[in-house]
């Protein structure tokens, strides 16, 4: 099913040339994770902290923007990835027809793919690095083990851009990229222990939350940022590598169906 | 000598449909080989097979002496592809197009931009080289493909449908590069539906329809074996026209409201024809490529 001999270092040919166009309005790439913090803090700090006061989490009490920074990391890695992997993707593939090209030259299917996941996942880490920059100027953020954001938000950006790719292989149009959004994007959005502790939950909705990358992503954000955690975080980094690695997988097999013929 | 490429009962089904239906040609070296046949007879899918895109359903694919299933990577390195769709990257600018690609080569990127540069030049596209893909014309985006088609020094280059879509002038601008690449001594695989640019241009070409070859020669012998040296255009012709061709069992298509004669060359027929049967209107001229393939794969429309 899959080729070992079709996957190279090549692939970060592909990878390039997504930075290269990346870097062209850069300014622009760079804005959204400067001012998104800055939005949300001003929205939780000052309107809605007022209301809840203090988090208990991992047996420690926190602010409540103090106690969702860290989520926003992670969810500015998901949906830095998962966009790109989604929309982006599927405008080079089906309206640019650039996988059409590639497949053209010494490039495989297999590169081309590993390429769009590990770009996607270099995308989000990038996010998160801005991010985390403004975080720390609130004091939001733990040294030095805040740094390890950054290599999650790589690990946690490869499994949201595996799957949103996996995604752009079984969708018949653009549009229907609305489905897995409500499915499955908003949904972790709300219920990933981002604006509350998975904990106040009730018993039957746990598990639910469990299944969610998002959740194991926040967990290993908050383990970062703030040094506790509900979870084992190896855990954690343990279900976003199989994650990544299954919808990889899946990924190359419906986007090697779909262009293929 | 051995040739480029080597195909053999070379077979692509889709489901139930059968688009390439077990067909054998070889191209030799420096060889200009023309891929002919009406929309739907299974050209852009043998093309895609050729550089290793869509996998045979069955049959052998050698090129360069080498099997294209076990060995893609090797033959694509070696072949350059234009392929019918405008594959540029809009991200970029013309120039970066060709470097970025050179990439996906392995091209050292000091060794892209003089490549680049030279085949700019050569394209007539040194002008536009900061130009965004977007604001570029359909002339200077099918140069801009084929330019980037030889951005590895193809010793093999694979053309779909280059000019479809182009006006008069930027075709004929894109004929001369193609001449200039052919006398250079660049083997070439050439899909086309226009037939004067067949003629011109391949030294050897197969007409395929519903996925299997009809004839294989070149342009000229084609002509002369399927249309015949001089062709006779008849408007509005008359019953006595018909019973005349009949008798004489001279080879026609009737169109009913046309006739087309095809005789051999120096025929006194031509005079017979002249003399009596050109009430209304006569058309004398030569034999051409068009008219060898409209007998071969009929008048009917496809789509």
Redesign the interface.
Known sequence: MIDTRAISW?FF??W??NL??FQ?IWKVNFITPLLEPLLFIAAFGLGFAGLVGTVRYGGAEFSYTAFIAPALLATAVMNNAFFETTYASFVRMYY???F?????????IEEIIIAEIVWSATKAAAAAGIMLGVLSAFGYVRYPSGLLVIPLAFLGGAAFGAIGLFFTGVIPTIEMFNLPIFLFVTPMFLFSGTFFPVSNLPMWAKPLALAFPLYHLVELTRFSCLGRHETVPLLSVLYLVVFAVLFSALALLFMRRRL?? | MQPIIEVQHLFKK?HDVTAVDGISFTVGSGEFFGLLGPNGAGKTTTI?ML?A???PTRGIIRIFGMDIAREW?KI??RIG?C?Q????????TVE?NLI??A????IPSKEAKARARELLEFFALSGRRGAKVMDLSGGMIRRLILAR?LI?RPELLILDEPTTGLDPQSRHQVWDRLEKLKASGLSVVLTTHYMEEASQLCDRLVIVDHGKILVEGSPADLILKHAGRSVIEIGGPDQALRDYLKAHEVPHDDLGRRIILYTPDGNELSNAVRDNFCHQQCTFRTGTLEDVFLRLTGRELRE
């Open positions: 090549r040919k592909v390039k040339r290269v166009t062209k640019q027809k650039t059409d090209g590639m497949l053209a030259t010494p490039l495989s293929i013929k | 889709y895609r550089y895109f869509s996998p990577r694509k390195a592809v392929q769709d405008n594959t540029l990257d809009p991200d970029l970066q970025v690609f990439g996906y080569f392995s088609s590895n």
